[in-house]
């Protein structure tokens, strides 16, 4: 009786496909969500960088928008329709104010060091800044002017149990890791910028 039991393989491909079928899964759907990532990455740095070339020709300031008609006129027409502009979070800062054109010492202007407020204690990235825009700040400035935009989305995890750390947070009862693109550069040298509340 043992020896037909042991001999007995009826069962055993469904037993194996059981063991396989379960890592098997977990490996396609990480290979999506890094593959989403990338593709979120990517969008998010084709967004960002125009919505810097808005702000450099003096596009934004010139005319005063606002933060959120920055977002909707210059970031969320670079995005496609899987995302919601309404999770889209910009802060964008004067990192450094121009001096008076008597003092400038070239066509490069100073040198930042004030971008190192900016850095992160670990100096390995810039902070984080808040993840809704109305607690960051809109400070297009004007000609000259250095300015850091930062662009963040919410990128849905489907793997949520196996991702930790910075960036994983809760929106709306999913975790999400917030992804962020960033692009540091100087305006050009427009005129008539009109000024923003709270800012330099």
């Known amino acids: 009786m043992l020896i037909r039991a ?7 491909v469904a037993m194996e496909f059981g063991l396989v079928v379960i890592p098997l899964v977990l490996l396609l759907v990480g290979v999506f969500q890094i593959g989403y ?3 979120v990455a990517a969008s ?3 967004a960002s960088n125009a919505g810097a070339r808005a702000i450099m020709t003096g596009a934004v300031s010139t005319v005063g928008l606002s933060a959120s ?3 909707q006129t210059y970031i969320c027409p670079q995005l496609t329709s899987n995302f919601n502009c309404s999770n889209v979070a910009i802060n964008v800062v004067t990192v450094l104010k121009a001096p008076p054109p008597a003092n400038r010492p070239g066509p490069l202007g100073p040198i930042p060091t004030v971008y190192h407020n900016y850095v992160n204690a670990a100096q390995n990235g810039l902070l984080f800044p808040q993840l809704t825009t109305s607690q960051n700040t ?3 400035g004007a000609g000259y002017d250095l300015i850091l935009l930062q662009v963040l989305y919410p990128t849905p995890l489907f793997t949520a149990v196996f991702w930790h750390g910075n960036g994983v947070t809760q929106l709306n009862g999913n975790y999400v890791y917030y992804q962020m693109s960033s692009t540091t550069f100087k305006n ?3 005129q ?3 000024s923003y509340a709270g800012c330099p």
Not at 6 to 12: E, L, P
């Open 6 to 12: 042991a001999a007995d393989t009826r069962g055993a």
């Open 37 to 39: 990532a990338y593709y």
């Open 44 to 46: 998010l740095d084709r």
């Open 69 to 71: 008609q920055f977002t």
């Open 138 to 140: 809109f400070c297009p």
């Open 188 to 190: 050009e040298p427009f």
């Open 192 to 194: 008539n910028a009109l």
